[in-house]
């Protein structure tokens, strides 16, 4: 099993910034490609970004330029840092892990093996 725990969500200003982490634990040696998704009340889960453990980096388009997704040297934690915020960032931050390589699309979400439980994060205009 694999456990994942996020944490660094948060309010704040538009243009202003956060980093997410997200901290994997279990069998992490199994675990190929880590992404970040969100949700926002009344929308389905959006794909923001991945990162496989070779270091490849996915993006969706909304966030683009704007997010980074990186991980340091020992693969974990994996985190997120989104710049220039704006309100429509608004939603639940979710981390993601699974065992598939990319050759699936790390976009679906369906394909995630695991979940952690989310960090809100809020973006007042």
């Known amino acids: 099993q694999v456990q994942l725990v996020e944490s660094g969500g948060g309010l704040v200003q538009a243009g202003g910034s956060l980093r997410l982490s997200c901290v994997v634990s279990?069998?992490?040696?199994?675990?190929?490609?880590m992404g970040w998704f969100r949700q926002a009340p009344g929308k389905e889960r959006e794909f923001v970004a991945g990162?496989?453990?070779?270091?490849?980096?996915y993006y969706g388009g909304s966030v683009k330029g704007r997010f980074t997704i990186s991980r340091d040297n020992a693969k974990n934690p994996v985190y997120l840092q989104m710049n220039s915020l704006k309100p429509e960032d608004t939603a639940v931050y979710y981390c993601?892990?699974?065992?598939?390589?990319?050759?699936?699309?790390?976009?679906?979400?369906?394909?995630?093996?695991?979940w952690g439980q989310g960090t809100q994060v809020t973006v007042s205009s």
């Open positions: 279990g069998r992490t040696f199994s675990i190929n490609v």
């Open positions: 990162i496989s453990w070779s270091g490849g980096t």
């Open positions: 993601a892990a699974r065992r598939l390589n990319t050759i699936v699309p790390v976009s679906e979400a369906g394909r995630y093996d695991y």
